[in-house]
């Protein structure tokens, strides 16, 4: 019976064929680790927070009057609201740590090269989506570290060129954070994430067409590549139930330990709290927002600190294989940028101080001297390893590397090294 | 593929894989609860299970509308006339004596809602009028035109006091 | 190189942990209902001349298990469904103190600290060198004190004040946060059942790449 609908269904849809080819056939590296569970994660968190945000708008209120009362009538009155609430606000600092995990995958293993740069690009704008969209949502529960936040962030939109004044009050609608802005956030951040699933069907269009990379970082030999289904769609469900099990720890036990205090209090305009925090996953461009003394300086460090990773594919110039694994100076870097990472999270984190300022200076001037530096580096890894003898598996990994359906006319990609 | 397995390997990794299906699938079903339950009525809107009603500023042959858990309710004020118009029937399609629907004569309590699809009907002249189908109720809340089916519902109640009333208690 | 990071990151919190201002005495919290209700009535007897818990309804006390007569005390003749508001007004509070005193519905969240924080607040009014009444862990505080304890200098009086303080702070605690409990459980068998499942999950997952030569 079953099959006489999937024949019906396949003379008039690719069904079948799109799941053959896309899902039980689909070849994989066996080799994948771990850390490419991610992405898997990060579309269920997506979904997660598609789910509860939808239902939680049907009994929150957008009005500067009634939003705050409308939280805390789902956090009271609403059955199992406070569930939804909390699922929600864990998921948004869920969605972001897998997203960084994603990221630092990518950039680890050099996941980000020829021919996948589009796959980093759309991933480039997935990640400024979600960051709008986190900050957009942010303000809803109009608390007051939810008002201030969001002034001081439109604020900076005064660094505009010429119209920076205007285009704080037309993002706002007001001449301060205010109902009009509140109503536009909540439009908006429900829009977004619709936008994000577009993108991340792209993102994975573009995935199929150029398959994943692996921790070794060279295209294995077709032999070497199994299907998806059932290998990894078994090994993403065991990850998702390690990572539900971090998560429920949070949500159930560990609520209150992502929001900020002074967040239980209703937006007050006429008072500022002492310390304006964002949440954790803004804080490292927060930090090098402050860095800079100058607002418009300030401003264009804070967004180039995002944009810069776009320049990956370029700035990165060994021809050496793959990522870290066979790049001892390339690890090096990326080790010193997660740690400068923190210092600047740190930064970001505690009231300025003699010490943090200078501190976020440091760190804020290491960040960028990291991608400045690294076509050199890149460059100059690649002459001493090569100088000193490639390690005899990657020598025998490129031998067996598969021929290529894409041919590309430079040269500029793993495993080419002559 | 090499599917190196024997017939018992292969049923002990059936089962296996039922197992973890059927636990997979029950923690699935489960994790929709809370998301329908959120949407039946909150713990605020319950809460408004009784309503107290004070009767003083209800004249004679007047009708007070009042909330009780969301629903109108219909405060009729009844004249001795109108008393005795209805005692002397037992109504229309849905027969039922006036002394039943009452617990003291002159005042008439019954939920504002038309028992065919749900709109609330108007006080004219004698009775009520649904303006959405066209059913008509007596002044004792009873069907005397159609396509509604049954009487007005009559809510528990009972007085407190002289002038008083609490609905949603009988 | 990746102990270091840690290391790094573990000298990071404690550096901000030892930037916090007065200690806070850490208190434990009671979640019965027995003890719940002692703080709601001392609340009522000290704080609620002054501060309203809009979030809060009499109807709430009485769902979580408070006595019915108690409650209906509290309440007068205002409805069971009404929210737990002061009867200060808000010009009378700032002419007669400063400020309107803030709604207690959320306060054991609205600061760093939390309870410990109030705790602490309740119990830390002293009186100072030149006679005055101030408080250790907020100095600017416009509110008097009123669970005297600056002015308690037997230790059983203190003491007796610390149990009152510690009610109330137990009440507000279940004020901010009235399905911790419930959260809670339900947490730990959402925790069982996930690891019951992963366990599954990770032999068939053992089992399908057993498959691979």
């Known amino acids: 019976m079953n099959n006489r609908i999937i024949k019906w269904i396949d003379q008039r849809f690719p069904l079948s064929s799109f799941v053959k080819h896309d899902l039980t056939e689909y070849p994989t590296p066996r080799n994948l680790s771990y850390w490419w569970n991610f992405g898997f994660l990060a579309g269920f968190v ?248 100058n607002l418009v300086g300030g401003v264009v460090a804070m967004g180039l600190s995002v944009m810069v990773f776009s320049f990956m594919p370029y700035l990165d110039r060994s021809r050496i294989p793959g990522g870290a694994r066979y790049r001892p100076w390339y690890r090096a870097m990326f080790y010193l940028f997660a740690v400068d990472m923190v210092v600047l999270g740190y930064v970001g984190y505690t009231p300025p101080s003699d010490q943090s300022i200078v501190m976020g200076k440091i760190a804020t001037f290491f960040y960028f001297a990291m991608f400045v530096l690294l076509p050199f580096i890149s460059r100059k890894e690649e002459q001493w390893l090569i100088r000193r003898g490639l390690p005899s598996d990657v020598k025998a990994l490129v031998a067996s590397e598969a021929k290529e359906k894409i041919k590309l006319p430079d040269q500029r990609r793993s495993g080419d090294i002559k | 593929m090499a599917e190196s397995d024997t017939l018992g390997d292969s049923n002990r990794r059936n089962f296996l894989i039922k197992v973890t299906s059927v636990v997979g699938g029950a923690g699935a079903a489960a994790v929709c609860v809370p998301f329908v339950a959120s949407m039946n009525p909150s713990s605020d809107v319950l809460a408004k299970a009784t309503t107290e009603v004070d009767l003083s500023g209800i004249p004679e042959g007047g009708v007070h509308t009042v909330a009780w858990q969301g629903k109108p309710v219909f405060i009729f004020h009844r004249t001795q006339q109108e008393i005795k118009d209805m005692e002397a029937s037992n109504g229309g399609f849905d027969p039922e004596p006036d002394q039943k629907r009452v617990k003291r004569p002159e005042w008439l309590v019954v939920v504002g809602i038309c028992t065919h699809l749900g709109c609330v009907p108007n006080k004219e002249g004698p009775g009520w009028t649904c303006h959405c189908h066209g059913s008509q109720y007596d002044d004792s809340g009873r069907v005397v035109r159609g396509p509604a089916p049954k009487n007005l519902d009559v809510p528990p109640y009972r007085f407190i006091a002289a002038d008083k009333m609490i609905i949603g208690e009988a | 190189m990746k102990k270091l990071i840690v290391i790094l990151m573990l000298c990071c919190s404690s550096i901000a942990a030892g930037a916090a201002e007065s200690k806070l005495e850490n208190i434990q919290v009671e979640t019965s209902v027995q003890a719940v209700e002692r703080g709601a009535d001392a609340l009522m007897n000290t704080c609620h001349s002054c501060h309203s818990l809009k979030y809060i309804t009499y109807h709430d006390l009485v769902k979580f298990g408070m006595d019915k007569k108690k409650v209906d005390d509290w309440r007068g003749d205002q409805p069971l469904d009404t929210a737990v508001t002061s009867q200060l007004s808000d010009e009378t509070a700032i002419q007669s103190y400063g400020k309107v005193p803030p709604d207690l519905s959320l306060m054991t969240k609205a600061r760093e600290g939390g309870a410990n924080y109030v705790y602490t607040y309740l119990t830390g009014y002293y009186i100072t060198p030149e006679g005055m009444t101030s408080n250790h862990v907020f100095p600017e505080t416009k509110m008097p004190d009123m669970m005297g304890m600056s002015g308690a200098t037997d230790p059983a009086q203190r003491a007796e004040i610390q149990t009152k303080a510690r009610d109330i702070v137990s009440f507000l605690a279940w004020a901010a946060d009235p399905h911790e409990e419930e959260r809670h459980k339900l947490g730990y068998y959402v925790i069982g059942y996930l690891l019951v499942l992963t366990t599954l999950l990770f032999f068939v997952k053992n089992q399908i790449w057993s498959r691979l030569k």
């Open chain 1, 46 to 293: 997506l979904m997660l927070q598609v789910a509860t945000g939808i239902f939680l708008a049907m009994h929150y209120k957008a009005d500067v009057t009634l939003s705050f009362d409308s939280i805390q009538h789902i956090m009271r009155d609403v059955n199992y609201g406070w569930l939804l609430r909390f699922m929600h606000a864990t998921g948004a600092s869920a969605f972001f740590l897998v997203i960084y995990i994603h990221m630092a995958r990518t950039l680890y293993y050099g996941s980000y090269r020829a021919p996948r740069e589009l796959m980093w690009w759309t991933g480039q704008g997935l990640l400024l989506m979600l960051m709008a969209t986190a900050f957009m949502g942010y303000l809803l529960p109009w608390g007051q570290m939810s008002f201030w936040g969001a002034t001081v962030i439109t604020n900076l939109f005064r660094a505009t060129p010429f119209f920076g004044e205007q285009v704080v009050i037309w993002l706002r609608g007001d001449y301060g954070v205010g109902d009009a802005t509140l109503t536009r956030f909540f439009s908006l951040h429900y829009l977004l994430p619709f936008l994000i699933i577009g993108g991340v069907l792209v993102h994975l269009v573009a995935l199929h067409t150029v398959k994943s990379s692996n921790p070794s970082g060279i295209d294995l030999a077709a032999k070497d590549n199994i299907p998806f289904h059932p290998y990894f769609t078994i090994k993403d469900l065991y990850g998702l139930g390690i990572f539900l099990i971090v998560y429920c720890i949070f949500v159930f036990f560990l609520p209150n330990s992502l929001m900020e205090p002074a967040n239980n209090i209703p937006a007050n305009p006429m008072q500022t709290p002492t310390h304006i925090v964002p949440e954790w996953y803004f804080l490292p461009f927060y930090a090098i927002l402050r860095s800079v003394p």
